[in-house]
Nanobody, 122 residues
Framework: VQLQASGGGLVETGSSVRLSCVAS????????VGWFRQAPGKDREFVAA????????SYLDSVKGRFTISRDNAKNTAYLQMNNLKPDDTAIYFC????????????????WGQGTQVTVSS
């Protein structure tokens, strides 16, 4: 499966952005999907994940209540709705898949696509 993330940009603190992750080469419904981010000089970190059916999710504590992960399997696309953005959210955001459709463990994700830059100005 190949993944392409998009939707990033330069926004102000408190703004909202929706990222999209489009899959090709395979059916996205076969996988759990995760979003990760990497800020300059920092390691990549888990942000959110969703199982194949969309009925169970997991989030990084610092984004709970602000970010929402969702998916539309008919469109082979997953989303990350980010509200009330903060400067600390500035990073390149990547999507990835877990071969186990129910798997939410951050270490089990792969098939990284190109990321999309989100920059939040203070």
């Amino acid at each position: 499966v190949q993944l392409q993330a998009s939707g990033g940009g330069l926004v102000e603190t408190g703004s909202s952005v929706r990222l999209s992750c489009v899959a090709s080469g395979s059916t996205l419904s076969s996988y759990a999907v995760g979003w990760f981010r990497q800020a300059p000089g920092k390691d990549r970190e888990f942000v959110a994940a969703i199982i194949w059916s969309g009925t169970r999710t997991s989030y990084l504590d610092s984004v709970k209540g602000r970010f929402t992960i969702s998916r539309d399997n008919a469109k082979n696309t997953a989303y990350l709705q980010m509200n009330n953005l903060k400067p600390d959210d500035t990073a390149i955001y990547f999507c990835a898949v877990n071969q186990h459709p129910y798997g939410l463990g951050p270490s089990d994700f792969g098939s990284w696509g190109q990321g999309t830059q989100v920059t939040v100005s203070s």
